[in-house]
Every structure is written in C-alpha cells, then in structure tokens.
C-alpha cells in the first residue's frame, strides 16, 4: 500500500501515518531531522589583539569595515554577461521564457488539464539571494584557475548549490567541535561567504588565512548585525528571534555582546514571566542551553535587553515578541526607564513579509467554493527557514499543503509525492492529485525566497502529467515581463 523507499536524500524509518481529512489522500509520514590596504590591515590586528594576561573581544564592528579595506575583501556585483548567461542556461535565476514567466503575463494564472494554478504574487527568488547567487557565479568567472570554497550553502537550495559544485565549488565541512575544517584553505584561494553570512570569527580566521573573500551576504541580514552591535555598545542583552542553530543566527550572535534565542512567542513569554516573577536560574540555562552566549546569567543580564531577529522568521510572531518584551519592561521598570531598558530596530525582511502575505492572500477566500483552493503547493529547500513557514501558513488554515524541494519527490505513475510538514515530518502522499481531468482542481502555488523559478516549472509540469499522460510540457516563448522587482537596502 505505501512505498518503502524514500527517492532523493535519505531520512529516517517511518515513525506514524496521518492523512489529510476528507481527501481519501493516504499519507506515510517519516522523523526528518578610506584607508590604504596597509592601515586597513593594522586595524584588523588590532581589533583581533589581547592584552597581557587577559582574552579581548574582537572589535566586529573595526574588524567589519577594515576587512572592507583590506584589499582582499569584496560583496559588490560586476553584472558581467557572462556569469548571468550561465545562470539562465542552469535555470537558477528568474523564468524569462518558461511557464512561471508566461503565468506572469497571465495574471498569475494558469489553465491546465482541468487544473487551475494560481501563482501568489510574491514568490521565490528575492533580490538578497539573486545577489547571492549572481556574485558566486560571477567569483567562478573572475577567478577561473583559482580553488573556490564556500562555508556553508550559498543558499537552502539544493539544485543551486548542487550547481557551484559542479562547477567546482568545494564547500567546507563543519567539524565534530561545530568549527569549520578550514584545512584545505590556502593563501591565494577564494572564499565565498553565503547569503546567510559568516561567524566574525570565521571571516577573522579566512583573512588571516590570505584568501580573497567573496561576500555574498544580504544586506538585510547586515542589518541585523548593526542592530545587535548597537545594542551590544549599550550595555544591552540581545534577545534574538531565531533558531539557534540557524547559520544567519549563529553569525548574527558572533556580532551581539550578550545574548539570548527565543524559537517562538512561547519560549519568549517563558522568558517574560522569568523576567517578572524569577525562578530557578539553573533550570533557565538547562531549558535555553546552546542558546545564550558565554557566561550569560539570566537575572543580571536581563535587565536591559534589545530586540533582533533572523530576517526568515514569521513576521507577525517577530512583532508579538518585540511587543511582549517592551510591555515587560514597562511593567518592571515604569514608562521613565523604559527608553534605557529596551531597544528595538525594525529588522524584518520586506522579501519574507511579502511572501507571507502573498499566500495570506491567495489562501483568503477559502469560505467561497469558486475560489478555494483544493490545495497548496510549495516549492522550496527541505532547510530552507523561510519555506517552513509558507508551509505552516496553508497548514494553519486547514488547507492540504504539500511542501516539495525539488521535481524528484513527485512520482507521477505511482501519482505520489514525498513531501514535508511545517515542523519536521517527512510525507509520502499517494493519489494526491485526482487523475480524472473532468474534476476541477484548484491549486495555490508559493516558493520560498531560495527558490529558482525552474524549480516550480519542474514540479507543476509532472501534476500535468500525472492529470494527462500525453502532456508534452509548457513550450517556452519570449514573454513580455521583466524580473520580478524587489526591495533593495
């Protein structure tokens, strides 16, 4: 009845079955787990130097805008030809001629074998990864003899990153100790750091190293950065929204003084009422262990506290908590002290918020039946922060919603689909899509913001099949519609 093999990257055995109500579907889920070169350079030894006999913090932000200086150090575009040709030829960038192009020239719509597909309004790529992206395809073409490594995913993307490795992209493991293994980095390499940024640590070590570093990080994620160390400068604890062992909050933490990650509104209310009412301080660093910063003690340092956030959280949840700790200390310390004890900086991304609104939207009219969808469809990286929550958007509105990385987890003659809730489980969903093409279908299609357009195209062009076997696939032709345009910082 189901299929024992799970296709694509391995996970673990079935653990529960689940199915979505109503649907006949059947569901198989599995546990997933400007100063010259030489005085830049100076300034970096000395934000790096100790005093005798005593360990000082590195200075991230002296450290930050000299590397700028260095001479080895770059995070700005050329635009060069030959580098976005490739990205077109690989189909990890924007759809010019595709399927995903000609729905823009349709409204966002498409008519298919009974099947009506509604592409919300924000969707995939946004402008920090397509600067990403660009600029490391455009260090393979600047640097064609050179060993290029990367030290984490350029983006959550596999067949992006499945892409820099062929084109000879090392990427760089992480040890047993969670340090990077910088051991195959030689003087003269280049290194690229990701859209998610890099720990200073990290950038510290790989300019001592006398690589040229590649810079691809979002400037919203830089954002981020200033915030934390602006409040790190005042004296302020900063409470980051975020997963600890995300890549943007790791390095967004190697720029804070003190700090503390809170994954939810729930974790953050727990820590409120610590805040109010005290409790067992060794109780607190056992439930928020790997998630505060050395030596952090939870009744001296949450006195004065900032607001940050990992730019892929739920927006309306950042706000519920940036709130929550603002009433907090209003309550401890009265209006007068409020503006000393509590700062916050608006650092949500404008891409995520737009994303979520757009399926928001295309997921608003569910109480009238000609434009409820049957279904939603998102397309993105199984790791991919930003997706997880378009998923849990659909799942929290009660509508079947199947999150797909790749074309490889559709199986259209067994008409199945491996596909992952918001929170961790992997699918498997058989007859997910009616075959008879006499039945409507209406499905909502979103893709997270690491998510090149090809990818979409290549999962909607199997549910055509699965519907009509003599489906031959979308005939690509000039289109009319530019890039999709985006916030820039």
């Not at 067949?159 to 340090?179: K, Y």
């Not at 390499?189 to 998610?196: G, H, K, Q």
């Not at 070590?205 to 915030?227: F, M, Y």
Request: proline share 4%; aromatic share 6%.
């Amino acid at each position: 009845m189901f299929a024992t093999s799970i296709q694509s990257r391995p996970c673990l055995a079935p653990t529960r079955r689940a199915g979505h109500p109503g649907t006949g579907r059947s569901t198989h889920l599995v546990a997933v787990r400007a100063a010259s070169a030489q005085d830049a350079a100076r300034v970096l030894e000395l934000a790096a130097s100790k005093p005798e006999g005593e360990a000082k913090k590195l200075d991230a932000r002296a450290f930050r805008r000299s590397l700028s200086k260095s001479g080895t150090y770059t995070k700005r575009l050329t635009n060069e030809e030959a580098p976005l040709q490739s990205m077109d030829a690989h189909g990890v960038g924007y759809s010019r001629t595709g399927l995903v192009a000609q729905m823009r020239e349709t409204g966002n719509t498409w008519q298919q074998a009974g099947i009506t597909v509604i592409l919300a309004e924000a969707y995939g790529f946004c402008w920090g990864v397509e600067r990403a992206v660009q600029m490391a395809y455009e260090a393979r073409h600047r640097y064609p003899d050179a060993e290029l490594h990367i030290t984490n995913e350029i983006i959550h993307n596999p067949s992006v990153n499945d892409r820099l490795r062929e084109m000879g992209v090392h990427f760089i493991a992480t040890r047993d100790d969670g340090l990077k293994d910088f051991s195959r980095v030689a003087a003269g390499d280049v290194v690229i750091l990701p859209a998610f940024g890099a720990a200073v640590g990290e950038m510290k070590d790989l300019h001592e190293r006398g690589v040229q570093i590649v810079d691809t990080t979002c400037p919203w994620v830089s954002k981020v950065w200033n915030a934390v160390d602006n409040q790190a400068r005042k004296g302020h604890t900063s409470i980051i929204h975020g997963k600890w062992a995300h890549e943007e909050t790791v390095a967004t933490a190697s720029f804070a003084g003190t700090y503390l990650i809170v994954k939810d509104l729930a974790e953050a209310e727990w820590v409120c009422d610590f805040m109010v009412n005290g409790g067992d301080s060794a109780f607190f660093l056992e439930k928020f262990k790997h998630a505060y910063s050395e030596g952090f003690d939870p009744v001296r340092d949450l006195q004065c506290i900032g607001m940050a956030n990992q730019t892929t959280m739920l927006k309306g949840e950042t706000q519920a908590i940036g709130k929550l700790l603002e009433r907090t200390q209003l309550q401890r310390f009265g209006p007068g002290e409020l503006s000393r004890r509590f700062m916050i900086m608006d650092t949500i991304c404008d891409a995520t918020q737009e994303r979520q609104d757009a399926v928001f939207k295309i997921t608003g009219a569910q109480e009238r039946p000609e434009e409820a969808l049957d279904m939603l469809l998102v397309v993105g990286g199984f790791n991919s922060s930003n997706t997880s929550h378009l998923q849990e958007i659909g799942e929290m509105k009660g509508i079947p919603s199947f999150w797909v990385d790749c074309a490889d987890r559709v199986d259209v003659s067994a008409n199945s689909v491996l596909h992952k809730l918001a929170h961790g489980e992997l699918v498997e969903t058989r007859d997910w899509i009616p075959r008879d093409a006499s039945t409507p279908l209406r499905i909502g299609v979103t893709s997270g913001a690491s998510t090149p357009d090809r990818a979409v195209e290549d999962v909607l062009d199997r549910i055509f099949r699965i519907r009509d076997p003599n489906f031959k696939g979308i005939q690509p032709r000039a289109t009319k519609v530019g890039k999709p345009q985006h916030a820039e910082i």
